[in-house]
């Protein structure tokens, strides 16, 4: 009976001893897996936090495109309106220069008319010739 105690002990033992051993070894397999996982969120990680870097670099350049465009766009408008108002100072001068010239030297201002007619008529002649 003594003996069945015994061996009944080792095979305990060493069933303790193979599970213990089982078991370490799954841990072991399982921290290899942790370590593997944690790597590639930490990579994956990385990668996001350069997107998201250049995302915020590229829309920052957007962003400083879009007003320098808009700067130039008013500027341009505010260039379009001073062209504008010379263009009218421009007529209003040609105007009164015509009124006066019309007023003092008639016959001038009729040649001067005449002059316009025929360039206006040699470009109607050019234009016909050219088709």
């Not at 397999?29 to 590229?58: A, C, D, H, P, Y």
Request: positive net charge; aromatic residues 8%.
């Amino acid at each position: 009976m003594s003996q069945l105690y015994i061996y009944t002990g080792i095979f305990f033992l060493a069933g303790f001893i193979l599970a213990w051993a089982i078991r370490s070894f799954t841990l072991g397999q399982i921290k290899k897996q942790l370590k593997s996982v944690e790597g590639f969120l930490e990579s994956e990680k990385r990668k996001k936090e350069t997107l998201q870097k250049e995302n915020v670099q590229v829309n920052n350049m957007r962003l400083a495109g879009e007003a320098e465009l808009i700067q130039k766009l008013k500027d341009a408008q505010k260039l379009i309106h001073e062209m504008e108002n010379d263009i009218l100072l421009l007529q209003k001068s040609n105007e009164e220069t015509e009124a006066l010239l019309e007023a003092s030297q008639p016959e001038i201002y009729n040649l001067k008319l005449k002059l316009i007619e025929a360039g206006n008529t040699i470009a109607r002649y050019k234009s016909q010739l050219g088709k």
